[in-house]
Nanobody, 118 residues
Framework: QVQLQESGGGLVQTGGSLRLSCAAS????????MGWFRQAPGKERQFVAT???????DYADSVKGRFTISRDNAKNTVYLQMNSLKHEDTAVYYC????????????WGQGTQVTVSS
């Protein structure tokens, strides 16, 4: 069983930066990919970024060039560095582990609020 704990959310002004962290605990052996999604009020949850076991990354077009996903394998932690934040980035950000491509389960954290003020 895997537990995910997000941290680092908060209130920031337009153009500012935040770094989100997601620590995984429990049975995290051979995790295939970890990533971030977000959900704004009245909108569907959307993909933000992922990083797989080999370090390959993928980003939503809306965050390319501004957000960077990284992983600390020793700590079983994934990070999302968010720069040049915009009001449209305001959302609850959810960390996930996706093992579906290796026949495993998908796990979600509880989310952390990011609010970007103008």
């Amino acid at each position: 069983q895997v537990q995910l704990q997000e941290s680092g959310g908060g209130l920031v002004q337009t153009g500012g930066s935040l770094r989100l962290s997601c620590a995984a605990s429990g049975r995290t052996f051979n995790v295939y990919a970890m990533g971030w999604f977000r959900q704004a009020p009245g909108k569907e949850r959307q993909f933000v970024a992922t990083i797989n076991w080999g370090g390959g990354t993928d980003y939503a077009d809306s965050v390319k060039g501004r957000f960077t996903i990284s992983r600390d394998n020793a700590k079983n932690t994934v990070y999302l560095q968010m720069n040049s934040l915009k009001h449209e980035d305001t959302a609850v950000y959810y960390c996930n582990i996706d093992n579906s491509k290796i026949g495993g389960l998908t796990y979600w954290g509880q989310g952390t609020q990011v609010t970007v003020s103008s």
